[in-house]
C-alpha cells in the first residue's frame, strides 16, 4: 500500500525550515528518502529501520516513529539546491521491493 | 564514483513494437531493479532480480515485461509489445544488498510509444 506523504508541495525562502512527513497504514521495516530533481533520477538521501532511530546529513534530517508508521524529513536552512521532488520510499519487510509516496514538491527561493 | 548507466536515454517506438531498455548496474552491486514513472507521477517499482532470478514483482510487471542479465554486466527490460500507456521514463537501480542498503538509480530512459 502506497505510503502517504505530506504536504505535496512547499515553497520555502532560503534559510527557512521545512518538514515533510510519510505516513503508512501498515508496520513498516525501513523508510528510504530520495530526492528527485526535474528530468533527473531520484538520488538517495538516508534510510531509517525500524526502532525509532534518527538521522542526519549536514542540514537534512529525519526519524522513523515505528509506532506511528510515520518518517519525517527535516530540512533546515534551506537551500536553493534542496529544490526538487522528494519522495519516501516504504519496504514492509527487509529485501521487500520499495513503494513509494506520491511526492513532495519543494520549491526554494532566494 | 561507481554509478549506473542506461541505454538509450530516449527510445521512441510504435505501438506493438517489441523494446528492450539496458543497464550497466555498478559492478560490486547484487541486486537490480526497474522502476518506471510516468511524467509528472510517482515512481512505481516493477521488478526485482537476484542471482539470475527475480525475486519480486509488481502487478504492473504482467507477461508483456521480462528481464534478463544476458551477461556479467548488462541487465536488461523487455517490454514485447508496447501499449501507448507504457510510455514513461524507466529506471533502473542496484544496490550491494537488500538490508540496509541504499538503492543507486541510474539516468533513466524515456520510452515515448505513439
Known amino acids: 500500500q502506497q505510503p502517504v506523504q505530506s504536504p505535496q508541495a512547499v515553497i520555502l525562502r532560503e534559510g527557512e525550515d521545512a518538514v515533510i512527513n510519510c505516513s503508512s497504514s501498515?508496520?513498516?521495516?525501513?523508510v528510504h528518502w530520495y530526492r528527485q530533481k526535474h528530468g533527473e533520477a531520484p538520488i538517495f538521501l538516508m534510510i531509517?529501520?525500524?526502532?525509532?532511530e534518527q538521522k542526519g546529513h549536514d542540514k537534512i534530517s529525519a526519524s522513523f516513529n515505528e509506532k506511528k508508521q510515520q518518517s519525517s524529513l527535516y530540512l533546515t536552512a534551506s537551500q536553493l539546491s534542496y529544490s526538487g521532488t522528494y519522495f519516501c520510499g516504504t519496504e514492509m519487510n527487509a529485501g521487500n521491493m520499495l513503494t513509494f509516496g506520491g511526492g513532495t514538491r519543494l520549491m526554494v527561493k532566494p | 564514483e561507481p554509478e549506473v548507466t542506461q541505454t538509450p536515454s530516449h527510445q521512441v517506438t510504435q505501438m506493438g513494437q517489441e523494446v528492450i531498455l539496458r543497464c550497466v548496474p555498478i559492478?560490486?552491486?547484487?541486486?537490480f531493479y526497474w522502476y518506471r514513472q510516468i511524467l509528472g507521477q510517482k515512481v512505481e517499482f516493477l521488478v526485482s532480480f537476484y542471482n539470475n532470478e527475480i525475486s519480486e514483482k509488481s502487478e504492473i510487471f504482467d507477461d508483456q515485461f521480462s528481464v534478463e542479465r544476458p551477461d556479467g554486466s548488462n541487465f536488461t527490460l523487455k517490454i514485447r509489445s508496447t501499449k501507448l500507456e507504457d510510455s514513461a521514463m524507466y529506471f533502473c537501480?542496484?544496490?550491494?544488498?537488500?538490508?540496509?542498503?541504499?538503492?543507486?538509480f541510474g539516468p533513466g530512459t524515456r520510452l515515448t510509444v505513439t
Open positions: 559492478s560490486n552491486h547484487l541486486y
Open positions: 531509517l529501520l525500524k526502532g525509532g
Open positions: 537501480a542496484s544496490s550491494v544488498g537488500t538490508e540496509w542498503y541504499e538503492q543507486y
Open positions: 501498515k508496520a513498516l521495516y525501513s
